[in-house]
């Protein structure tokens, strides 16, 4: 199970879809609010939306899966492996630091960086600067979040354009954001909790938000006990589009032995 991050839909993973289907059966889901499904107002929160990935594989009885959580889609999936581990044999994280992590450590050099997670949390005006401009919005974060900024383009970057510019795409991808309040309270909760089964967290080592700014092997280690790592160098914020075949390659090394 696959679940993409922002700024994208489960397009993001076109490279690693191929090569995991010679062995496993693979389920790539636009998470809640994003690409092709509903856009509700409410249900954002991360452990609601582990719920609808739980009941999405009710739906198709599948009682356990390896889950790969890309940004945003690692939240989902962090907040999975805790509310639900009976039901996920081994996690991979992308790129991502947990949201309590990011607020706890957050400092004026952080919140500069961090600046979006501030903007997208303002009702509405993010909707009404936005709108007609999706391609303008989505141009800057692809290009200044990648090693190469011309990595999205082309078809590629008119998917993503395509899907942001549906009605509600930006409202659900904003209240993705917003429900950080009600994310980190989780997070806190249960925040002496560590993830119990295999977990690879790998990121762009060039990346600034994350591989610069953050001890990503000391974050990961206070979130899980059985732990590999990996920086990738030469690469941003979305190693799966800017370095398919060595996260192909990883992917593949750390799912050998998952039967399914």
């Not at 690693?16 to 062995?23: D, N, R, S, T, V």
Request: aromatic share 12%; hydrophobic share 40%; proline share 6%.
């Amino acid at each position: 199970m696959l679940l993409h991050g922002f700024p994208e839909t489960s397009y993001a993973w076109r490279f690693q879809i191929p090569e995991l289907a010679k062995k496993y059966r693979v389920i790539v889901p636009d998470l809640r609010g994003y690409g092709e499904t509903d856009k509700p107002s409410s249900g954002y929160d991360k452990r609601t939306m582990a719920t609808d990935l739980r009941e999405l594989m009710r739906a198709l009885n599948l009682p356990k899966i390896a889950l790969v959580g890309h940004d945003r889609g690692a939240r989902v999936a962090t907040r999975f492996a805790k509310d639900h581990p009976e039901a996920v044999d081994r996690l991979v994280v992308m790129d991502n630091v947990p949201t309590r992590i990011v607020g706890r450590e957050l400092d004026a050099a952080k919140a500069k960086g961090y600046w979006f997670f501030l903007f997208h949390l303002v009702p509405d005006l993010p909707e009404a600067l936005i709108a007609g401009r999706e391609h303008i919005w989505l141009r800057y974060y692809f290009s200044d979040w990648c090693f190469d900024p011309l990595t999205i383009q082309g078809e590629a970057f008119d998917t993503y354009v395509k899907a942001y510019r549906a009605p509600g795409a930006i409202r659900g991808a904003m209240e993705d954001y917003r429900a950080n309040a009600t994310d980190v309270a989780q997070d806190n909760a249960d925040a002496s909790v560590k993830i119990a089964c295999p977990v690879m967290s790998l990121w762009g080592r060039d990346f600034k938000l994350v591989g610069e700014m953050f001890d990503m092997p000391r974050v990961w280690a206070e979130m899980a006990s059985n732990l590999v790592t990996h920086a990738i160098p030469e690469c941003g914020h979305l190693p799966h589009e800017e370095k398919p075949e060595e996260i192909n390659r990883l992917l593949i090394n750390f799912l050998a032995d998952w039967k399914g």
